[in-house]
C-alpha cells in the first residue's frame, strides 16, 4: 500500500494507543502466574498478536473483548507446532527464555526481517544457566529444550539490546538455586529494563539490582496472578506530538508523565528545540513552533531516532544525534532509512558511526521506501505535512505498532490519500 501525504494543518484531541512494550510484557507476566490475571486497556497490533500466538500454542488461554483481556496461566506445555514470532523482536527474545521452563522441545521460527537480527548473545547467557539451546543458520530458527535452566551467573552486554536482559529476568524466579545476572558493558535503553522490572513488580516478583542496573539477583520465587493496566505508549505518540510541533496544535491523551518509558524525553526535545508544549495530568499539549536545532544523545531511547530525525530536518540550523549504533539493528537500518530518505527529500545527512548530523531546510516532494518499517512510516508523514508531497511505500507496515495511525493522521487533519 502506498500512502501519499501533503501540506496540511493539524488540530484535534485523541488518545494515545495503548503502549505495545507494556502489553507483551503483562501478557508474558499473567502467562507465567498461576490463575486468571487481567490485562485491561491491551494494545492490539501485529507484535501483541504474535505473543498472544505463541502464547496459546504453549496452553496459554486468552479471552478478548474490546477493554480487557482475561489470561489463563500458570501451566505450559510442549506445542505440538512451530513457535512463529512474526516480526516481534520482543516476543523471540522473551519466549526463548520462557521456553527453557516449558517441558519438552520448542522451536521458534521468525519472519525474514526478524531473522536478520542477533540472536546469539542472548542464547549464549541462557547456556550459561544450564539451557540447552541452539541456533540454527540455515532456517533461522531457535531450538529450546526445556526443563534444563539451572540458574546461577550469566554475563552478557548490555549494548546490543535489552530485550536480552529482560528476557532473563522473565525467567530468573524458576532458578531453584536463584539467579545473577551480570552486564559487561554499559546497560542502553534502560528504561525498558525498567519498565520489566516494574511489570514484574506488579505480578509479585521482586528483583535487586546494584552497580547502576549492571547486576541483578533473583532469589526462587511465583508469579502471582494480576489486574493490569496497560498505560499509554510514548513511542507511538511521539509522531503525533511531533505532527502538532510542526503543523497545527494537538493535545494527546491517556499519556503517563511520570512513565517509566524512556520516549517521553520527546516532550524535552520538542522544548529545547523551541516548541510549545503544555502537559496538563494525563493530556500533553503542542503547538505548532518555530524549531531550531538541538543537541541529543539517543542511548536511551533510540525508537525516537526517526522522529527526531525528521523534526531536525524541518529546524533552523543543524542538530546531532549520537547514540545512534543500535539503530542499525531494528526492523531495518534506520540510521540508512533516515539518511536515504531526508536525502530524497533534499535534506542534508552526514552519517557517522554513532551520530547523524542534520542540516534543516526546505524539503521537497519525495517518495520514500518505508523499509517495512513501521516506525520509518510514521515518522516521514510528518515530511508530508510540510511538503508539497510524501509518499510512503509499504505504507501497511504501522499495523506492527499502531494499526490506526493513517485513520488517526487524517481525522486530525492530515491530507492522507491511500492507495492499494
Known amino acids: 500500500m502506498k500512502v501519499s501525504i501533503s501540506k496540511s494543518t493539524i488540530k484535534g484531541s485523541i488518545n494515545a494507543p495503548s503502549s505495545k512494550s507494556y502489553t507483551i510484557r503483562a501478557l508474558i507476566c499473567a502467562a507465567l502466574a498461576e490463575g486468571e490475571s487481567e490485562i485491561i486497556n491491551p494494545l492490539g497490533s501485529d507484535d501483541t498478536e504474535a505473543c498472544q500466538d505463541v502464547l496459546g500454542a504453549l496452553g496459554v488461554r486468552i479471552e478478548q473483548d474490546d477493554t480487557s483481556w482475561l489470561v489463563k496461566g500458570g501451566i505450559l ?36 526481517s526478524l531473522a536478520r537480527r542477533p540472536v ?67 546497560l542502553e535503553s534502560k528504561p525498558y529494563v525498567l519498565m520489566t522490572l516494574d511489570c514484574l513488580k506488579k505480578f509479585g516478583i521482586e528483583i535487586d539490582t546494584s552497580n547502576e542496573m549492571q547486576q541483578y539477583r533473583t532469589t526462587k520465587q511465583t508469579y502471582k496472578s494480576a489486574r493490569y493496566t496497560v498505560e499509554g505508549d510514548w513511542s507511538s505518540a511521539s509522531y503525533l506530538l511531533a505532527a502538532g510541533a510542526l503543523a497545527g496544535d494537538i493535545e494527546v491523551k491517556n499519556l503517563n508523565p511520570d512513565s517509566l518509558q524512556g520516549d517521553k524525553v520527546l516532550l524535552e526535545f520538542l522544548k529545547n528545540m523551541g516548541g510549545t508544549v503544555v502537559v496538563q495530568n494525563n493530556k500533553i499539549m503542542v503547538r505548532k513552533s518555530a524549531l531550531k536545532a538541538v543537541r541529543a544523545n539517543l542511548t536511551d531511547c533510540i525508537d525516537l531516532l526517526p522522529t527526531t530525525a525528521v523534526l531536525a530536518a524541518m529546524a533552523e540550523g543543524t542538530s546531532e544525534f549520537n547514540g545512534i549504533a543500535r539503530a542499525r539493528i531494528k526492523e531495518s537500518n534506520r540510521v540508512s532509512a533516515v539518511k536515504a530518505g531526508l536525502e530524497k527529500a533534499g535534506i542534508s545527512v552526514i552519517e557517522e558511526k554513532d551520530k547523524l548530523i542534520i542540516t534543516g531546510g526546505n524539503t521537497g516532494s519525495a517518495v520514500i521506501d518505508s523499509n517495512n518499517d513501521h516506525r520509518i512510516a510514521m515518522a516521514f508523514s510528518l515530511l508530508g505535512l510540510k511538503a508539497e508531497s510524501i509518499i510512503i511505500e509499504n505504507a501497511e507496515c504501522v499495523s506492527k505498532t499502531f494499526p490506526e495511525f493513517w485513520d488517526i493522521l487524517k481525522r486530525v487533519g492530515g491530507k492522507v490519500k491511500t492507495d492499494g
Open 77 to 112: 506445555h510442549q506445542p505440538d507446532r512451530d513457535l512463529y514470532c512474526h516480526e516481534s523482536a520482543a516476543t523471540q527474545r522473551f519466549m526463548t527464555a520462557v521456553c527453557s521452563i516449558v517441558p519438552g522441545t520448542c522451536r521458534l521460527t521468525a519472519a525474514p
Open 120 to 186: 546469539l548473545p542472548l542464547l549464549q547467557p541462557l547456556k550459561q544457566l544450564g539451557v540447552n539451546c541452539h541456533y540454527n543458520e540455515a532456517d533461522s530458527t531457535i531450538t529450546v529444550n526445556g526443563g534444563s535452566l539451572k540458574g546461577g551467573v550469566a554475563e552478557l552486554p548490555g549494548d546490543i539490546s535489552s530485550q536480552y536482559v529482560s528476557a532473563l529476568l522473565f525467567i530468573s524466579p524458576y532458578a531453584k538455586d536463584g539467579m545473577t545476572v551480570r552486564l559487561t558493558t554499559p
